[in-house]
């Protein structure tokens, strides 16, 4: 995730924290409960991610695994553009649910979310929660695919463009 998301993408790397080791724990989390990135102040964050992935998920296993640490820890590096303030969180979803599909091509874990957006197509996407924001991920692909035209979303900028107009403050 990290070698794609700043080596390959271009994002700026996390907000590091007192070691300068991304940390990432591995334990045992509620059914259905993928992982969770947790704000250690400052921007500085770190990753919990279940041990097993069974029970409770749409997808199972190592590939749900790869899906979570992706996800999460592109939430790290949004931390570094801007702390979300609630009102735009289905924007941190939508992309943290797009770079998963980019990183684990065959994971597809996000098309579960999507009744939200094809249920209801004239809902703003600032009312979708951070839960419904997964929703959005195809949003994502339609910004890289169809707006900047490529055909390899290795190749995108769109996204990181975006992340930077918010960091300047828009």
């Known amino acids: 995730a990290r070698l794609i998301l700043i080596d ?4 700026h790397s996390e907000i590091p924290d007192e070691d300068g080791v991304y940390d990432i724990y591995v334990t045992s989390l509620s059914d259905g409960y993928y992982g969770v990135n947790v704000h250690e102040g400052g921007g500085a964050s770190y ?3 279940d041990n097993d992935y069974i ?4 997808t199972e ?6 899906l979570t640490v992706a996800h999460e820890y592109f939430h790290a590096i949004q931390r570094w553009y801007k702390e979300s303030s609630g009102t735009d969180s289905y924007f941190f979803e939508l992309t943290s649910t797009w770079i998963e599909d980019v990183i684990v091509p065959d994971g597809n874990d996000y098309l579960y979310w999507v009744d939200d957006l094809f249920n209801y197509p004239e809902k703003d996407f600032d009312s979708f929660t951070s ?14 695919t169809q ?11 769109i996204m990181r463009d975006i992340w930077d107009y918010i960091k300047d403050g828009n």
């Open 8 to 11: 390959t993408l271009g994002y």
């Open 55 to 58: 029970g409770g998920f749409y």
């Open 147 to 157: 707006v900047q035209g490529i055909d390899n979303e290795f190749d995108n900028t």
């Open 47 to 49: 990753i919990k991610i």
């Open 61 to 66: 296993g190592l590939i749900v695994m790869k």
């Open 131 to 144: 839960i419904t924001g997964y929703a959005l991920a195809l949003y994502g692909h339609y910004l890289s």
